[in-house]
């Protein structure tokens, strides 16, 4: 059993990470929680009496929370797949922390919206804060990405963590459920060598993947190119499905998501990408 967070406002966006999330886990026994968290401001309380809250079309949050669910059960093409609606008031960040601890939540699933007439990716403020500030895998899917198994699914890593049990169970079962090879890419300048812990994270990790599955991984350095430019350019090469990163690795995870200043983005892509906490 699953049990998968996918916060909503309605969006195309949203609905389109539910799809992408109803194929992901096809065949797998998975409770949805469709979460959508309005401002305090709506909260149904006027005095001693009790008004719906309304959204900015005017129509209560509760209505459109329960027609996104009817909707998505409707889309659901497995008995195993199971939906339960929550509304909710407050921070998004405080709620789904709550969420994920009372639910046992596994997976969190967000989509992204792209900047106007431009094909990229952008990570509005929220799904930046769910990914370095919650503890929880989460799943990020671009606008309009149609779901496709993942049988290539590239890791970009600077070695610099070490590589817990949980990390390494998650790229297992991905590789394996999905029949999958997996592409574990290092970005670094010509005269950059490892240091001695990153030897010995690599080695470790190499020594896993040759033990698990042999034939379904492969590693790659990258010379002389930004880690962002290299990395995009190696997805689209190799036609990557899918992205992982560690949360745990937070320089590098901002290093290729945000700018330093300001919360801008500066890693695109049109490929959804899981960020594991480990």
């Not at 998968?4 to 799809?19: C, E, G, Q, R, V």
């Not at 669910?69 to 939906?83: G, I, P, V, W, Y």
């Not at 431009?118 to 989460?138: A, F």
């Amino acid at each position: 059993m699953k049990n998968i967070l996918i916060p909503t406002d309605f969006s195309p966006n949203a609905w389109n990470a539910l799809k992408y999330a109803l194929g992901f886990f096809k065949g797998v026994h998975c409770n949805f929680y469709l979460l959508h968290v309005a401002p305090l401001s709506e909260y149904p309380v006027m005095g001693l009496s009790f008004t719906p809250s309304l959204g900015e079309t005017g129509i209560p949050s509760k209505d459109k929370l329960d027609a996104f669910t009817e909707r998505a059960k409707n889309k659901a093409e497995s008995e195993l797949h199971h939906f339960f609606p929550e509304l909710h008031y407050g921070l998004l960040i405080d709620v789904t922390r709550r969420l994920v601890k009372e639910k046992k939540i596994d997976l969190i699933v967000m989509g992204t919206k792209g900047a106007s007439g431009i094909k990229r990716l952008i990570i509005g403020s929220n799904t930046g804060d769910i990914i370095t500030k919650v503890q929880c895998n989460t799943l990020v899917v671009p606008e309009h990405v149609v779901y496709g198994r993942p049988r290539t699914i590239t890791f970009p890593t600077d070695y610099n963590i070490f590589y817990s049990h949980a990390i390494l169970e998650t790229l297992s079962e991905l590789v394996v459920a999905n029949k999958a090879h997996l592409k574990v890419l290092h970005v670094a300048g010509s005269t950059e060598n490892l240091s001695e812990d990153q030897q010995n994270n690599r080695a470790y990790l190499q020594d896993y993947l040759e033990e698990i599955f042999p034939k379904q991984h492969s590693f790659y350095l990258i010379d002389n190119r930004k880690i962002t430019q290299g990395i995009q350019e190696f997805i689209s090469e190799k036609q990557s499905d899918l992205t992982i990163m560690v949360a745990k690795n937070l320089n590098f995870l901002q290093q290729l998501l945000f700018d330093s200043t300001v919360e801008k983005v500066s890693f695109h892509t049109q490929v959804p990408f899981l960020v594991i906490h480990g």
